[in-house]
């Protein structure tokens, strides 16, 4: 285990590489105008706008004497100001903000990124103190960018890029309300409406299906590669960036084989279609509702079959069309 000031050290000439790295010639292309849809993909925009289209239950607008019709902006207009005090709390408490002063490559980075992906809205980023590889974008109204100090300490530069993009592909995609949301994550309805109301909510989604939300996880976990891989253009290094979630380890330290790694993939698949092919039908569905269920709960969700999307789209005419590439024979 490295000693702390050993740590510092190290950490202190890793910034200066990283820094003078920065300065380099940046010969990334900004697609013109990029639009969330160019790059999204349809499940998860469909079950977005399916998601938008559930309407408050009678009880609870009863309850509530709202005049609101659907669930989604009510709930965002409810809970939007206190889930976001409660939120910035906490990330003052665990984070330190980056400024031109304190850690202002970061910021460049995320300003390049945000240019690249055609995104107004640039959120306040923090460094946060933890031991583990993290990134998240929260709050509803003014986003937040959190980037673990292990994640940025393991990361390269173009890791980082496809991190970041990652993470402005989600606010771009508008993927941050309903993750908080199907996470469990909105404590703020307790506290603006009650107790009472809370539950009937966590009723109501507890109605839509694991195998629905699954579905769309994970399309719009492939949505926010996308994103990456549109921020950094260096695919090997959106490869390292994906599986050192699972490693944690210095980045250069990952060598990436795509087809070793798929082929890994596959030994799951085929264990997975013995298993099927000998269960009856009951058994198979309740095969699928707890693998499902096992994939909301990970913090990095269908990774193999994420790593698998995110080659085809890096090789797809619709990428390469995007940042003005020829598309390969």
Known sequence: MLTNNLRTVLFYFWSIAITLSVSQADNRVAPHQLEASSFQT??????????????????????????????????????????????????????VMVTNQQFAWVQEEVKRCAEILNLSQIPLVFIVGDREMYADIVNFYDPFLLLSSDLIEKSGLAELRFIIGRELGHLKCDHVFYHTLFDGGLDSINLVLGKWVQELVKAFLGKISDLILADWVLSSEI??????????QDLDAANRALLNFKLSVASNMIVISPTDYIRQSKIVQQKRKNTLDRLP?????????????????????????RFEKLQEYATSEAYQTLLSIQPRN
């Open 42 to 95: 349809s499940q998860d925009l469909e079950l977005i706008r399916k998601f938008e289209t559930y309407q408050i239950p009678m009880m609870l607008r009863k309850v509530t004497k709202s005049d609101e019709v659907y669930i989604v902006p009510w709930l965002r207009k409810k809970t939007g100001d206190i889930h976001d005090y409660q939120l910035t709390i906490e990330t003052m408490r665990r984070g």
């Open 223 to 232: 949505s926010a590669d996308r994103a990456g891989l549109i921020a950094c």
């Open 281 to 305: 039908e009951a058994g198979q569905n309740s095969i699928n509702r707890w693998e499902k269920s096992k994939q909301l709960k990970s913090t990095q969700p269908f990774l193999s079959s």
